[in-house]
């Protein structure tokens, strides 16, 4: 009897493992191609997995943060995707190289040319930012994803330090400390675009290609998936055998 509860307590963890790592690489997120460092540019991307089995994601719109708003905001051409910007005039002038800057991006659009990203992939969305505020150390970007079946996921929750994860968290860009180079982060300079977008890229082959901590978390939660089946499996196969053997002894 004992044996048969510790089998079951095994299966029961490997599920339970599963189940809580699949939401840590589901939503939407972004991440720099190298580091984001304060007062710097950088191009980041947003990676967008398409999270269901019979629709394709057609559109995605990326909010600016407007408490330190960006002069310069540049999307990288994605094949079989339009990028819209959409400007507004900030609250306050902004100085860049000297110059007053009256209009800075509010939101950025995508939309899909074609059948945009199917199920079983994800997309990157590369933009060249900056200049990065000095005086925070991250950047929230709320996102809306629109399937071709008018489903809409909106990734608007602001994450809270302390607490767990929201259901539908917002991309959170974390700021690295200031360097030399006020130019820059990982090199990009305002309008580079150093790397290629992955064109609906299969998400369980390639997602160990990316770079940044989100990454980090994908390879973690799925170690941490194969774990619990593993010993899931194990208690179960223990406990079939402690039954046997208990079954050979008492007819012996």
């Known amino acids: ?37 304060k007062g710097g540019y950088a191009v980041v991307g947003f990676k ?30 994605v094949p079989g995707w339009k990028a819209v910007v959409t400007k507004v005039k900030p609250a306050k002038p902004l100085e860049s190289h000297g110059k007053q ?17 199917e199920p079983g ?17 991250e950047l929230v970007f709320k996102a809306i994803q629109t399937y071709d079946n008018k489903e ?35 090199g990009a300079k305002a309008g580079d675009g150093t790397e290629a977008a992955a064109q609906n890229t299969p998400a369980d082959t390639t997602a160990s290609s990316d770079t940044g901590s989100g990454d980090g978390t994908d390879t973690t939660a799925r170690v941490l998936g194969i774990v619990g089946i593993v010993v899931g499996a194990a208690g179960v196969a223990y406990g079939v055998l402690a039954g046997r053997r208990r079954d050979s002894g008492a007819s012996a």
């Open 1 to 37: 009897m004992k044996t048969s509860r510790i089998a079951a307590a095994g299966a029961v963890s490997g599920i339970a493992v599963l189940a809580l790592s699949a939401p840590a690489f589901a939503h939407v997120s972004v991440q720099p191609e190298g580091t984001a460092a």
């Open 48 to 77: 967008v997995p398409n999270e269901r089995d019979n629709a394709s994601t057609t559109k995605l719109e990326v909010s600016f943060p407007t408490d330190h708003p960006l002069a310069s905001v540049m999307p990288q051409p």
């Open 152 to 186: 809409v996921v909106r990734w608007i929750e602001v994450p809270q330090e302390g607490q767990e994860e929201p259901e539908s968290p917002a991309p959170v860009l974390e700021l690295s400390a200031a360097e030399d180079d006020a130019h820059g982060s990982s």
């Open 121 to 137: 992939y994800f997309q990157k969305f590369p933009v060249s930012v900056g200049a990065l505020p000095e005086d925070a150390d």
């Open 101 to 117: 800057i009256t209009e800075v991006v509010s939101k950025v659009t995508w939309t899909a040319d074609g059948k945009g990203i």
